[in-house]
């Protein structure tokens, strides 16, 4: 029932046990094809009883409570796991394969992705961090602050966050050019649409004052890898990382 869910089970080579996954489980392409039990706050509790799981995962999220607990009520075996960080990303991944029996896979999966973290970390300890915009929607502008995964994945990979109030904060243009970051992250929310990434360019280049609109460094970022507290975490470390201390090309290149 949560995207990052689906995406946990698959990386512990599980995905041939999944009989029903949410509208927005994309990752990975062979989740696409698998029957779809509504959306991520609000799914169908007959789809879901329909289908006859032996086991329902859940991650707590506004809206789907009801349906939830209308499964549990139901005689299905629900279990609830929560992750909201980097760590909390690590433990859902051990929790996930100890529900599923295969605790193993999840203690492996679990300390590869630490030692990916790892190693992005060591690579810039010690260099300036840099002031960075995490933008998550742009009308409107809305960034992600302290206290979210997307902030912490910036902080891992070198970046100083500007938006230092709330969680997920609606900023003016005026905060953003006192802010004056020198990367601006935008989320792609559609990876196939390059359009998306077109009028983010559009939107900043209205402020050629902010340095990173000036220096070309304003990026987008497939935020199915940057949103997600899954075993895609540690690449969206490593992406970040790279944007912030080396402006790869391709997927988190700049545009």
Known sequence: ?????????????????????????????????????????????????????DLVLVTPAAGNRDGALAVRRAGVRLEVVEADSVAGTYAAIERVAALCGVPDRGRDLAASLRARVEAALSRVRGLPRVRTLFCLELDPLVAAGPGTLPAEILDLAGGENVAVEGRYPRLGIETVLAAAPEVILAARMDAQAPASSEAAARYWRRWPSIPAVRDGRVFTIDATVALRPGPRVAEAVELVAGILHGAPDGEGGRR
């Open 1 to 53: 029932m949560t995207p990052a869910l689906t995406e946990i089970l698959f990386a512990l080579g599980l995905g041939d046990r999944l009989v029903g996954v949410t509208t927005y489980c994309d990752w990975p392409p062979e989740a696409r094809r698998i029957p779809k039990v509504g959306g991520y706050v609000n799914p169908s509790v007959e789809g879901i009883l329909a289908l006859r799981p």
